[in-house]
Structure formats: C-alpha cells, structure tokens
C-alpha cells in the first residue's frame, strides 16, 4: 500500500504565500501521476495541479500562474515527494487541501490520499 501524508498548511494573509509538501511511500508499485486536490466548506473535493512521472503538470485555471507543482523521485522509487508553492493567495484559496498517488496494482489503477491540511488566507 502506499502511505501519503501531507504538510505546510496554514494561515496566511492575502497576497501571501505557503508551500505545501507531499510524501508517497511504501509502495512495491510505480506511483504514476499525483496531484494536489482541495475542498472547500460544503463544497466537493476539486482538482488544484497534478504531475506526472515525467513531470508533465496541470492546472485549474483558478491557480496557474499563481500555483506552482514540482515532484522529487527518490532513485529507487521508493519515494516520491510533491511539492505545491502557492502564490499570490486569495480568500478563495481556502480549503482542506489533499493529496493523491496514483498507482496500478494488479492491472488495476488504486489513489491513494492524504489525511489533509488547512490552508486558510484572510482577506
């Protein structure tokens, strides 16, 4: 299985800036594409930027030019390592930001998620 846990959240004034870190672990599989998800108060869970393998990025139009996604490969894959450097925040950045890793286990594809962290921007 594959273990995700995030950090970096906070609290930050508008215009501000946080980065938040994701380590994927713990998996004998490839983990493929992961990405950055985010939900808001009684809103669904909504993608921000995920990276491929190769480094290949996307982005909700909210968030490029402002948002930045860069992933670290450990040698043996054994580690991957996400990063997500927000900029220029807005009070509409605020949500529950999560992380995913995507994997295939079994000819089948399997995500594998964080617990979570607040990031919160006052206007």
């Known amino acids: 299985q594959v273990q995700v846990v995030e950090s970096g959240g906070g609290l930050v004034q508008a215009g501000g800036s946080l980065r938040l870190s994701c380590a994927a672990s713990?998996?004998?599989?490839?983990?493929?594409?992961m990405g950055w998800y985010r939900q808001a108060p009684g809103k669904q869970r909504v993608l921000v930027a995920t990276?491929?393998?190769?480094?290949?990025?996307?982005?909700?139009?909210s968030v490029k030019g402002r948002f930045t996604i860069s992933r670290v490969i450990s040698r043996d894959n054994a580690k991957n390592t996400v990063y997500l450097q927000m900029n220029s925040l807005k009070p509409e950045d605020t949500a529950v930001y999560y992380c995913?890793?995507?994997?295939?286990?079994?000819?089948?594809?399997?995500?594998?998620w964080g617990q979570g962290t607040q990031v919160t921007v006052s206007s």
């Open positions: 995913a890793a995507d994997t295939v286990v079994a000819g089948s594809p399997l995500r594998a």
């Open positions: 713990g998996s004998m599989f490839r983990i493929n594409d």
């Open positions: 990276i491929t393998s190769g480094g290949s990025t996307n982005y909700v139009d």
